[in-house]
Nanobody, 121 residues
Framework: QVQLVESGGGLVQPGGSLRLSCTFSGFALPNYNIAWFRQAPGKEREGVSYFRAKAGEIDYEDSVKGRFTLSTDLSKNTVYLQMNNLKPDDTAVYYC??????????????WGKGTLVTVSS
């Protein structure tokens, strides 16, 4: 049974930082690639970052490049998203997903339930 569980969301002021965690079970990398998505209120879900496990490559959506960093601890089956210099536009529910066709939402096979990030003063 595949599971992905996100944690680490919360309220942070503009310019602040948060680290999200995604702990997965029921599969092993590189059988799936791992991605972070987010969905802001009233907006469509969008891809944020993507880890290509076999190649060891990481992609980022343009608006987060230089501010967000994806990393992994495979001994813990965990993927992290370090988010720095957060902006109000980063406010969203952040989801962890496993699949092959990022950034297409339909291209991911498994999803976590999400963790809310709110950037506000």
């Amino acid at each position: 049974q595949v599971q992905l569980v996100e944690s680490g969301g919360g309220l942070v002021q503009p310019g602040g930082s948060l680290r999200l965690s995604c702990t997965f079970s029921g599969f092993a990398l590189p059988n799936y690639n791992i991605a972070w998505f987010r969905q802001a209120p009233g907006k469509e879900r969008e891809g944020v970052s993507y880890f290509r496990a076999k190649a060891g490559e990481i992609d980022y959506e343009d608006s987060v490049k230089g501010r967000f960093t994806l990393s992994t601890d495979l001994s813990k089956n965990t993927v992290y998203l370090q988010m720095n210099n957060l902006k109000p536009d980063d406010t969203a529910v952040y989801y962890c997903a496993a699949g092959w066709n990022w950034p297409a939402v339909s291209g991911m096979d498994y999803w976590g339930k999400g963790t809310l990030v709110t950037v506000s003063s």
